[in-house]
């Protein structure tokens, strides 16, 4: 294509399809982080663990992978690299919105103002890695942004976010949880997709970059079988700190029955109660 000519937008159903899939399987590990949180949480403490890995399920993989997968799902008459810095910046914005929101709300009695402040501060997340990614894009042609979808892109990742944090915070089996990260994954897909609508390429003359790019047709697929083995890990690790807290509740309230006949002492078996 020339310079000036824009580019219509159209996308790769089978790989939308592999994008939205990622966005589910890190939404989930990230939900059964936020169970974690919920049963494990006392006076305010956290096990940094799940913190960890709630931010990385959920802006690592969830989110960072599904954007760079989602990137490649657009059909381009030309190859686009990324930026290295901006693509490690995006990397740790979407982690760190999603830790915190992770946090903000775990730490304390759950609140449906918690619940909104975190979502809030998760949707910022989607929407900034997503535009931080895009300005990471190295291709022979420029963005022209339409503001009023950019700020629709905006509306429906934070609202979706929050409502997919509140599921995650009062879920109570595995089909619940399986709905929240259904629900959020829709959230990060929704703002991915019309953040992409609302950026139209106009293609340019070609320029060198001598920054250090990383990109290609396989980045996708590197992504994807990343964002698995990643998921899969965190997915094993949550399962024997579940069981460590399941045998932990089962010692203390043998401790509690054990220690039950002592609870006052000086009376014997059989002997009438006191006065008061």
Same mark, same amino acid.
């Given at each position: 294509? %020339?310079?000036? !000519?824009?580019?219509? &937008?159209?996308?790769?159903?089978?790989?939308?399809?592999?994008?939205?899939?990622?966005?589910?399987?890190?939404?989930?590990?990230?939900?059964?982080?936020?169970?974690?949180? +919920?049963?494990?949480? %006392?006076?305010? !403490?956290?096990? *940094?663990?799940?913190?960890?890995?709630?931010?990385?399920?959920?802006?690592?993989?969830?989110?960072?992978?599904?954007? #760079?997968?989602?990137?490649?799902?657009?059909?381009?008459?030309?190859?686009?690299?990324?930026?290295?810095? &901006?693509?490690?910046?995006?990397?740790?914005?979407?982690?760190?919105?999603?830790?915190?929101?992770?946090?903000? *709300?775990?730490?304390?009695?759950?609140?449906?103002?918690?619940? =909104?402040?975190?979502?809030?501060?998760?949707? *910022?997340?989607?929407?900034?890695?997503?535009?931080?990614?895009? @300005?990471?894009? +190295?291709?022979?042609?420029?963005?022209?942004?339409?503001?009023?979808?950019?700020?629709?892109?905006?509306?429906?990742?934070?609202?979706?976010?929050?409502?997919?944090?509140?599921?995650? #915070?009062?879920?109570?089996?595995?089909?619940? +949880?399986?709905?929240?990260?259904?629900?959020?994954? &829709?959230? *990060?897909?929704?703002?991915?997709?019309?953040?992409?609508?609302?950026?139209?390429?106009?293609?340019?003359?070609?320029?060198?970059?001598? @920054? =250090?790019?990383?990109?290609?047709?396989?980045?996708?697929?590197?992504? #994807?079988?990343?964002?698995?083995?990643?998921? &899969?890990?965190?997915?094993?690790?949550?399962?024997?700190?579940?069981?460590?807290?399941?045998?932990?509740?089962?010692? %203390?309230?043998?401790?509690?029955?054990?220690?039950?006949?002592?609870?006052?002492?000086?009376?014997?078996?059989? @002997?009438?109660?006191?006065?008061?």
């Amino acid at each position: 294509m %020339r310079p000036g !000519e824009i580019v219509p &937008l159209s996308f790769h159903g089978g790989l939308v399809a592999l994008s939205f899939l990622v966005a589910v399987l890190g939404s989930y590990v990230a939900m059964l982080a936020a169970a974690g949180i +919920r049963a494990e949480t %006392r006076d305010g !403490e956290i096990r *940094i663990g799940y913190i960890l890995i709630g931010a990385i399920a959920m802006g690592g993989v969830g989110i960072w992978s599904m954007h #760079f997968i989602g990137m490649q799902t657009q059909n381009l008459p030309f190859e686009v690299g990324y930026q290295l810095g &901006l693509t490690a910046l995006s990397f740790l914005v979407a982690a760190g919105f999603s830790g915190w929101a992770f946090w903000f *709300i775990g730490r304390e009695r759950f609140t449906f103002f918690r619940c =909104l402040a975190g979502g809030t501060a998760a949707g *910022i997340g989607v929407v900034a890695m997503h535009y931080v990614g895009m @300005s990471a894009m +190295r291709m022979p042609a420029v963005l022209a942004w339409n503001l009023p979808m950019v700020v629709l892109s905006v509306f429906i990742a934070v609202v979706a976010a929050s409502a997919a944090l509140w599921l995650a #915070f009062n879920t109570q089996n595995e089909r619940q +949880r399986l709905g929240a990260a259904v629900l959020m994954a &829709l959230a *990060i897909c929704g703002m991915h997709y019309t953040g992409a609508a609302a950026g139209t390429v106009v293609c340019s003359a070609a320029v060198e970059y001598s @920054s =250090l790019q990383i990109g290609g047709v396989m980045l996708p697929y590197i992504a #994807f079988g990343l964002s698995v083995a990643t998921t &899969l890990l965190m997915r094993w690790h949550l399962q024997r700190a579940s069981r460590r807290f399941r045998a932990r509740t089962a010692q %203390r309230i043998d401790s509690i029955i054990e220690s039950a006949p002592m609870a006052r002492p000086g009376r014997l078996p059989g @002997s009438a109660p006191g006065p008061g």
